[in-house]
């Protein structure tokens, strides 16, 4: 018997925790724990402990596919890439941005790197993104707007060194739960915890002051903080006065936020408010955590930029057990944005509508001149289907159709396409609409990395052979761009492609294979070879061109639905322990599964006892853009009048119910947290 353990990071959330793969025979059977890991230190959720489950699943793709009549059958690497090939150079010859690519934040920085790298220099398209689009995009807008940096301020085990911890719009316990035994952690040290969050959550369940908020009203809530701070003389004025720009406009507004009138807003009692505002602004070190209940709504932006002027408003930015903490949702979303797989950035954020930075991208790719027209976000890009104005997607670890608003919309745009590849591991939702499907590696049988929240970059490495005919991702696009004829990706391993990342993005620029080894990692920026890293972010000046962070005063915008007498009830979404996303991962893991797998609807119970609802009674969600039917867990730990559907189960998909027309300005995110409906008892 051969056993091998291969130390690797988890492929779930962002937390990037490390485990153990554990290989018998050249074939994972377990994870055991990586107490060298610096995130977890050993400890794993259910998700990470169980993570192998789905690797070896029987329902794994192994051979490429090409759809004829309506059917799948298997075909060649060769007949795939050359038809994909054949059909993309007759749509270049008419327009290269008649075709877009969706990334994954699932996959490795190498994996986007490749991607975005082939689209902009074979294909000559900039219509390039991500999940971030639908999770992430108002953090790395707003925060680039008040701290010149769009990531998490501070690191995991930071949390541990804060007097007072601030948790919105996030339920870490559920969510992120080796951050959240960092809180746990913390409070133990006498840190007090302030949760604001429409459920009694468990993380809500460890805090010393919850506030139960209606959804969408979190703008005028942190105004009214702020007022409150004014008002008690709790503000850092030398910070203000030496690190920031535009504190008079940001005191004109929240003057007009006394908790008195935001009561009536928020549903928070003025004295809970005024409770709160003391807590967070008399700590020593205050932290801030939040999730997509803060940016997954058409106000995100607002949502963080408004966190923003409540961390500098104390000083709370630029030291330790302090910060701003977005926790990103899935394992790479960092990563993937940070390698350039955006519609309007290149690789470390570099803005290639100027002249200069293309210039240096040509020189550095050994290409010709690249496309400087600004790309499509994914909504646009879907609508641009819809619309029948887009030719061909290729998407790559993605399944918008159960992830993407407007679910029958997403499936009628793709159904639009001339040529749909869908590049995954299992034949997901939007892998049946593909014209062709081609099987990629897992994250157990490929090198490369992560970059997980708190920007710490780790290896991930290879534990066993892929299975059938299945290829790395990054390798599928070389082997597609020599069919096209491009010598631009001649790479012999994941070590050469990170070496180039390096080159290209000045927050890698310090690192290197070898230094990666470390269990460590490197948090960026790292901006030379014998730099440690950076575990806090802003200490000195903000990444801003003047040095100094920015004020940026918001009011309250309205949502753009409010509940009536037709849909009395604000839905809102979110996720539970033992699944991840839309669950083609967990989904697969028999021992997860066992714990949940069916979705339900949670409803206060005064709610239920009006509507005569009984606990695990089949109901019907309906609203203005859609239908779906699930089970009632009737709780007292929803607010009343609020309704909670996880986001995991193919059997009520909530993406039935949300809208994708009226989206952010700014960065496209439509409203995904505080949508209206009402619930009907289903006859017989």
Request: charged share 25%.
């Amino acid at each position: 018997m051969k056993l091998e353990i291969t130390p690797t990071i988890c492929p779930y959330c962002g937390c990037g925790c490390g485990l153990n793969l554990v290989s018998v025979n050249e074939k994972i059977k377990g994870v055991e724990p990586w107490k060298r890991n610096p995130v977890n230190e050993g400890k794993l959720c259910p998700k990470g402990n169980f993570s192998h489950e789905f690797v070896n699943h029987k329902q794994r793709l192994k051979t490429p596919l090409i759809k004829e009549n309506g059917k799948f059958r298997m075909a060649s690497w060769d007949e795939a890439l050359n038809s994909i090939a054949n059909k993309f150079k007759t749509i270049i010859d008419e327009d290269p941005d008649l075709i877009a690519f969706l990334s994954s934040a699932r996959c490795t920085n190498e994996d986007n790197y490749v991607l975005q790298k082939f689209a902009r220099t074979v294909i000559g398209t900039n219509n390039i993104d991500n999940c971030a689009a639908l999770c992430h995009g108002p953090t790395v807008s707003g925060l680039n707007l008040t701290f010149g940096s769009g990531a998490m301020t501070n690191s995991i085990s930071d949390i541990e060194k804060s007097d007072c911890i601030f948790i919105i719009g996030s339920n870490p316990l559920e969510q992120h739960p080796l951050i959240g035994r960092r809180i746990i952690r913390a409070k133990s040290n006498g840190a007090e915890i302030i949760v604001i969050d429409p459920r009694y959550t468990p993380t809500a369940k460890q805090a010393d002051l919850f506030l139960p908020l209606i959804p969408g009203t979190d703008v005028a809530l942190i105004n009214s903080l702020m007022h409150v701070i004014i008002q008690e003389g709790l503000e850092d004025i030398d910070f203000i006065e030496n690190r920031t720009l535009g504190f008079e406009k940001l005191r004109d507004i929240v003057k007009n936020y006394p908790p008195e009138s935001v009561e009536k807003v928020t549903g928070i009692p003025a004295t809970k408010i005024e409770e709160a505002a003391l807590m967070y602004g008399k700590a020593g070190n205050s932290s801030i955590i939040y999730c997509l209940g803060i940016t997954e709504h058409t106000m995100g932006m607002d949502n963080v930029m408004s966190l923003s002027n409540l961390a500098m408003l104390t000083g709370n930015i630029g030291k330790e057990g302090a910060g701003l903490n977005p926790l990103r949702g899935q394992n790479n979303v960092q990563g993937v944005c940070d390698v350039g797989a955006l519609p309007f950035l290149y690789p470390g954020y570099k803005k290639y509508v100027l002249d200069p930075v293309r210039e240096e991208a040509e020189c550095q790719w050994g290409c010709g001149e690249l496309n400087g027209l600004p790309g499509l976000q994914m909504v646009e890009i879907l609508e641009a289907a819809h619309e029948c104005r887009m030719k061909a997607i290729f998407i790559m670890g993605e399944n918008p159709v159960f992830s993407e608003p407007e679910t029958l919309k997403v499936k009628e745009s793709l159904l639009n396409l001339e040529t749909l590849v869908v590049q995954d591991i299992f034949l997901t939702e939007t892998a049946e609409l593909a014209d062709i499907v081609l099987p990629a590696t897992s994250w157990a049988e490929k090198n490369g990395t992560f970059t997980n929240t708190e920007r710490r970059v780790q290896r991930v490495r290879k534990a066993a052979d892929p299975l059938g005919e299945a290829r790395a991702d990054w390798q599928i696009f070389c082997d597609l761009a020599k069919v096209m004829g491009s010598s631009l990706f001649s790479y012999a391993s994941e070590e050469e492609i990170f070496s180039e990342i390096t080159k290209i993005t000045p927050q890698y620029a310090g690192m290197t294979w070898k230094r990666l080894e470390n269990a460590d990692g490197l948090q960026w920026p790292c901006p030379s070879k014998n730099h440690p890293g950076t575990p806090v972010l802003h200490m000195e000046k903000f990444a801003t061109s003047h040095g100094k962070g920015v004020f940026k005063p918001i009011e309250l915008r309205s949502l753009p639905e409010t509940p009536d007498e037709e849909y009395p009830f604000i839905l809102s979404t979110g996720r539970v322990i033992f699944h991840y996303h839309n669950s083609n991962m967990t989904g697969k893991s028999e021992t997860l599964q066992n714990e949940s797998s069916l979705s339900f609807v949670e409803i206060h119970p005064e709610d239920a006892d009006k509507l005569g609802i009984k606990n695990h009674e089949q109901i019907k969600i309906k609203n203005r853009h859609g239908e779906i039917k699930t089970k009632a867990r009737i709780t007292s730990d929803i607010a009343q009048g609020v309704l909670f559907l996880p986001i995991h189960f193919l059997d009520c998909a909530p993406n039935l119910l949300t809208n994708s027309k009226v989206l952010d300005p700014s960065t496209k995110m439509p409203e995904l947290k505080a949508l209206t409906a009402r619930i009907e008892k289903i006859s017989g």
